[in-house]
């Protein structure tokens, strides 16, 4: 049986949403990210001007005053997101939510009982979510995920493009290297030194070079590249995370060590309220900070409790709290991952004391959860987090929403 794999991804999906609440926005440039003080997400008219992901609000302001600026409102987009992957559905059983606007569904088989060609599925989908919700978005169709994924960015915006194995060189070979999933900027690099400019360039490598110079999920990429289905559709909610992660990016750029300290405090109490939601405990944590510049400064450590309590973690981030940060160093991004989680249970008390003090910890946070559960997220924070969350004073954050749709 011909194998199909559906990728889909939304035009501008915050922004969208937006346009979809207010259509008489719909042709403006517009753009999301007010609260955060720098752009989050861009319309392709805004994009047009020149504007990118990330940029300054007030610049955006001073440059550009006839762009459109909006607080995000991530509560409306998670609706959106449910009711689109809800169309996709209609037609598909295994649906894999990738992202808040992206998701893959196995298609394999559906021809005969839906008495349409794969393509003519996949129009259906296009068009209800478009008459329904309003929103645009890019369709690919091929045997494999990876092939699937070059398919759905091939015309956009609004595009479907269905890509056959025997004419996945063509769209291979005008597709940069670095426009290839799993392939980020570091690896980029390496391959355009060696050569590589192409997705073409890369499958048409032998096995045994990819095995000897690159680390084993490149063999994966390579061989979904070449149409063989390694990927699999995975349709189940996530249920457990090897490390969890959450950063916040804001403007102006700062060297304000409380201010940058506050920050670390809401990354933490994020990312150990969503260890607790799992009922998982990490043993490691690394902090960073980036520059202006995009540079990274790290540092991390072995906890030598494990715990999920924030209070002890932001401890030792005090602690360690130079090692990253320079006085006369501007910074725009925050960032804390939790690492080697252990689910609870399996997590065992200290032997020299100390875990005395976390599950102290733990209890108020359990009360806390219970409160969350009740009245909404965030109804009690950390003091520490208090300058962090007091900046933020328009829309709604990413982490209000539901912990399962972001997949971070």
Known sequence: MKRAILHMDGDSFFVACEVAKNPKLRGLPAVTGEERGIASALSYEAKALGLK???????????????????????????????????????????????????????????????????????????????????????????TKGLAKVASKWQKPNGLTVIEIEDAPKYLNRTPIG??????????????????????????????????????????????????????IHSEPKETYSSIQKTRTFWPATNDKNFLISQFSKNIELACSKARYYDLIPKSVSWFLKTQQFRYHTFGITLPVPTNSPEIITEHLRKFFHKMWRPDVLYRTTGVTLYELTPKEATQLDLFGGSEKTQKFETIHEQIDNLEKKFGRGVVHLASASKAIKRKVKGTDSEDLDRNLLFL
């Open 179 to 232: 426009k290839i999933w799993g392939i980020g900027y570091r690896t980029e690099k390496k391959l355009r030194k060696l050569g590589i400019e192409t997705a073409l360039d890369f499958v048409n490598l032998k096995i045994e070079w990819i095995r000897e110079n690159m680390p084993e999920p490149f063999e994966v990429i390579w061989r979904e590249l070449r149409g063989q289905p390694i990927l699999k």
């Open 53 to 143: 992901r990330g940029d300054p609000i007030f610049k955006i302001k001073r440059d550009f005053p006839q762009v459109i600026i909006l607080p995000g409102d991530y509560k409306s987009y998670a609706k959106f997101s449910t009711e689109m992957f809800d169309i996709v559905r209609r037609y598909a059983d295994d649906v894999e939510e990738y992202s808040i606007d992206e998701c893959f569904a196995d298609l394999t088989g559906l021809e005969r009982p839906l008495k349409m060609t794969y393509k003519e599925i996949a129009e259906r989908i296009k068009k209800e979510i478009t008459e329904e919700l309003g929103l645009s978005v890019s369709l690919g169709v091929a045997p």
